[in-house]
């Protein structure tokens, strides 16, 4: 059984009522389906584990992963589902590895989605339609902004997909862009 979004939304919204914690999963979904769409791959499972990523982080955050791997596989859920679910955490809170391209591009951009969204919020438009990858790498540089965005994981999801730094932070502000307004960074364009 694939599970679908509406199950995967169903579960997140159950788990989590933090509207950031929702708007960081909906950017994270939306950028595993621009990647899913570029590589080819199923966008609709790229998408619902991209959404599902962080199911117990709101409730459980010292059992992250963890927790998640027990609610998924309550509801029966397919064990590659849950595996890239796991592996976003590798290093931190798992020690699975990311291995395929879902996984690889889950660790990459998990974080890097939190340092788009800080960089869409300080611009004048408060915007990540008019965003460039420039702005978000001229940030990067800056260890005290988003403080909280571990840039050595993004940095090694990026040599993992053999992605350079800019094409990465591009494709993530292109996935974030198809869902501007549901995760607050429509801004006034």
Known sequence: MQPTRQQ????????????????????????????????????????????????????????????????????????????????HGWGICSDVKPETDLEKTLFAIDELTGLVAAAALVRPSRSVLDLKAKSVKKKWKDKRFAAGVNREIIDKGAAMLAMERTELITATIMGMREVAEAIGLKGEL
């Open 8 to 87: 995967a939304w169903e579960l997140l919204t159950e788990y989590n009522s933090n509207p950031s914690l929702i708007k960081h999963a909906l950017a994270v979904e939306a950028v595993m389906r621009y990647f899913a769409r570029q590589k080819g791959e199923d966008e609709e499972k790229w998408g619902v584990i991209g959404l599902i990523h962080d199911l117990d982080y709101e409730q459980y955050p010292d059992q992250h992963c963890t927790k998640t791997a027990e609610i998924l596989r309550r509801h029966k859920w397919p064990e590659d589902y849950i595996r890239a679910v796991v592996s």
